[in-house]
Protein backbone atom coordinates (compact mmCIF):
# COMPACT_ATOMS: atom_id res chain seq x y z
CA UNK A 1 0.00 0.00 0.00
CA UNK A 2 0.86 3.82 -0.05
CA UNK A 3 1.88 5.22 3.46
CA UNK A 4 2.49 9.15 3.91
CA UNK A 5 4.57 10.47 6.42
CA UNK A 6 4.41 14.06 7.45
CA UNK A 7 6.36 16.37 9.55
CA UNK A 8 7.05 19.68 10.32
CA UNK A 9 3.97 20.68 12.63
CA UNK A 10 4.44 22.69 16.02
CA UNK A 11 3.91 25.80 18.07
CA UNK A 12 4.66 29.48 16.35
CA UNK A 13 3.52 32.73 17.20
CA UNK A 14 0.81 34.82 15.43
CA UNK A 15 2.58 36.04 12.07
CA UNK A 16 4.97 33.29 11.96
CA UNK A 17 5.79 30.34 9.83
CA UNK A 18 5.73 26.84 9.18
CA UNK A 19 6.90 24.19 6.71
CA UNK A 20 5.18 20.97 6.66
CA UNK A 21 6.51 17.96 4.81
CA UNK A 22 5.29 14.93 3.26
CA UNK A 23 6.62 12.24 1.86
CA UNK A 24 5.12 9.17 0.49
CA UNK A 25 6.56 5.78 0.12
CA UNK A 26 5.24 2.25 -0.76
CA UNK A 27 3.58 0.48 -3.80
CA UNK A 28 3.15 3.33 -5.68
CA UNK A 29 1.95 3.26 -9.31
CA UNK A 30 0.89 6.67 -9.39
CA UNK A 31 0.16 9.89 -7.77
CA UNK A 32 -2.50 12.47 -9.06
CA UNK A 33 -2.70 14.76 -6.51
CA UNK A 34 -1.25 15.44 -3.44
CA UNK A 35 -2.58 18.08 -0.93
CA UNK A 36 -3.29 19.32 2.75
CA UNK A 37 -6.18 19.22 4.71
CA UNK A 38 -6.69 20.65 8.29
CA UNK A 39 -9.13 19.64 11.24
CA UNK A 40 -9.57 21.54 14.18
CA UNK A 41 -11.44 21.02 17.09
CA UNK A 42 -15.40 20.29 16.59
CA UNK A 43 -15.36 21.04 13.12
CA UNK A 44 -14.88 19.27 9.74
CA UNK A 45 -11.83 17.94 7.81
CA UNK A 46 -11.76 20.70 4.85
CA UNK A 47 -9.21 21.48 2.36
CA UNK A 48 -6.48 23.59 2.59
CA UNK A 49 -4.09 23.46 -0.70
CA UNK A 50 -3.80 20.81 -2.87
CA UNK A 51 -1.32 20.36 -6.06
CA UNK A 52 -1.61 18.24 -9.24
CA UNK A 53 1.36 16.19 -11.05
CA UNK A 54 1.29 18.74 -13.67
CA UNK A 55 1.69 22.19 -10.94
CA UNK A 56 -1.73 23.23 -10.33
CA UNK A 57 -3.23 24.79 -7.03
CA UNK A 58 -5.87 24.75 -5.20
CA UNK A 59 -5.90 26.94 -1.67
CA UNK A 60 -9.17 27.42 0.57
CA UNK A 61 -9.73 31.24 0.48
CA UNK A 62 -8.50 31.46 3.83
CA UNK A 63 -5.05 31.02 3.23
CA UNK A 64 -4.87 32.15 0.14
CA UNK A 65 -1.63 34.78 0.15
CA UNK A 66 -0.51 33.17 2.84
CA UNK A 67 0.21 29.52 2.15
CA UNK A 68 2.10 27.98 -0.83
CA UNK A 69 2.02 24.02 -1.45
CA UNK A 70 4.89 22.63 -4.06
CA UNK A 71 5.68 19.19 -5.45
CA UNK A 72 8.22 17.10 -6.20
CA UNK A 73 6.99 14.42 -8.07
CA UNK A 74 10.26 12.41 -8.61
CA UNK A 75 10.34 12.06 -4.90
CA UNK A 76 6.67 12.28 -4.46
CA UNK A 77 6.93 14.59 -1.72
CA UNK A 78 4.72 18.00 -0.94
CA UNK A 79 5.31 20.98 1.12
CA UNK A 80 3.11 23.39 2.23
CA UNK A 81 4.74 26.63 3.46
CA UNK A 82 3.05 28.58 6.05
CA UNK A 83 3.35 31.96 6.26
CA UNK A 84 1.67 35.19 8.22
CA UNK A 85 -0.19 32.62 10.86
CA UNK A 86 -3.20 33.54 12.24
CA UNK A 87 -4.74 31.26 15.86
CA UNK A 88 -7.19 30.29 13.11
CA UNK A 89 -5.13 28.10 11.59
CA UNK A 90 -5.10 26.10 15.02
CA UNK A 91 -5.94 22.41 13.86
CA UNK A 92 -4.17 19.08 12.97
CA UNK A 93 -2.85 19.12 9.08
CA UNK A 94 -3.34 16.15 7.57
CA UNK A 95 -1.26 14.92 4.33
CA UNK A 96 -3.89 13.36 1.36
CA UNK A 97 -2.48 11.86 -1.82
CA UNK A 98 -4.94 10.73 -4.43
CA UNK A 99 -3.75 8.01 -7.21
CA UNK A 100 -3.19 4.36 -7.88
CA UNK A 101 -0.94 1.46 -5.98
CA UNK A 102 0.79 -1.05 -7.57
CA UNK A 103 -1.79 -3.57 -6.22
CA UNK A 104 -4.76 -1.41 -7.92
CA UNK A 105 -3.60 0.05 -10.55
CA UNK A 106 -7.14 0.50 -12.29
CA UNK A 107 -8.37 2.30 -9.50
CA UNK A 108 -7.44 5.65 -7.58
CA UNK A 109 -8.24 6.15 -4.09
CA UNK A 110 -7.23 8.62 -1.39
CA UNK A 111 -4.44 8.25 1.03
CA UNK A 112 -3.68 9.78 4.18
CA UNK A 113 -1.57 10.68 6.59
CA UNK A 114 -1.42 10.18 10.85
CA UNK A 115 -1.75 14.37 10.75
CA UNK A 116 0.58 16.52 12.60
CA UNK A 117 -0.61 19.26 15.03
CA UNK A 118 -0.39 23.45 14.28
CA UNK A 119 -0.47 25.80 17.04
CA UNK A 120 -0.60 29.16 16.63
CA UNK A 121 -0.90 31.20 19.99
CA UNK A 122 -2.18 34.78 20.00
Known amino acids: QVQLVESGGGLVQAGGSLRLSCAASGSIFDITVMGWYRQAPGKQRELVAR???????NYADSVKGRFTISRDNAKNTVLLQMNSLKPEDTAVYYC????????????????WGQGTQVTVSS
Open 51 to 57: ITSGGNT
Open 96 to 111: NAFGKSDYDRLNRRDY
